[in-house]
């Protein structure tokens, strides 16, 4: 079993940065895929990015402005988010798998273990 906690989620203004962090415990995840995923009310979960080995993918919404990363000593993924617009708004979701071959690792439903979210709020 993997535990994930996300934090990092507050109210900002539009244009300004946070950094969501995903730690992990329960037991060594360093090979596992994890992906960022959000939520905004009455919208389904969209993916945001994800970190497949050294291979990282982001949605087309957060590209160029969100970066993810992991830390692999302190069992950490970060979100660093740049460039914040309203639509951004959304509870934020850390999410986690051990790697298979032929996953589509930008659908929620590849995930087997998830975080309890992170609230992000952009003001405009």
């Known amino acids: 079993q993997v535990q994930l906690v996300e934090s990092g989620g507050r109210l900002v203004q539009a244009g300004g940065s946070l950094r969501l962090s995903c730690v992990a415990s329960?037991?060594?995840?360093?090979?596992?895929?994890v992906g960022w995923f959000r939520q905004a009310p009455g919208k389904v979960r969209e993916f945001v990015a994800t970190?497949?080995?050294?291979?990282?993918y982001y949605g087309d919404s957060v590209k160029g402005r969100f970066t993810i990363s992991r830390d692999n000593a302190k069992n950490t993924v970060f979100l660093q988010m740049n460039s914040l617009k309203s639509e951004d708004t959304a509870i934020y979701y850390c999410?986690?798998?051990?790697?298979?071959?032929?996953?589509?690792?930008?659908?929620?439903?590849?995930?087997?273990?998830w975080g309890q979210g992170t609230q992000v709020t952009v003001s405009s």
């Open positions: 329960g037991r060594t995840f360093t090979s596992y895929v």
């Open positions: 970190i497949i080995g050294s291979n990282i």
């Open positions: 999410a986690a798998v051990p790697p298979s071959y032929g996953s589509n690792y930008r659908n929620p439903r590849s995930y087997n273990y």
